[in-house]
């Protein structure tokens, strides 16, 4: 595993659009968002409703994540569905080997 681009961590990398669209929050809601923590090779963030975690490595072919584990609180139906949907954008970015 090769280290993280300069800039990588310590970032809070904010969610602004998911699917080609923007994110249109609620007032009072918090957008989701990842930190990237390079010496344990780990993610976290919230996701909207619930608390994501998981793992990640950088290779010339760019970020890749590790599976993505949640906590599973309940919150309203579309921040539960936008929740999924970018559960589901980053299980695409998951590293398989």
Known sequence: ?????VGLEGIQWTLVELDGEALALTEGESPPYLLLNAEESRVSGPGGCNRLVGSFEV?????RLGRIAATRMACPEAVMRREDAFLRTLEARRVTS
């Open 59 to 63: 290779s010339e072919d760019g970020l």
């Open 1 to 5: 595993m090769s280290e993280p681009a």
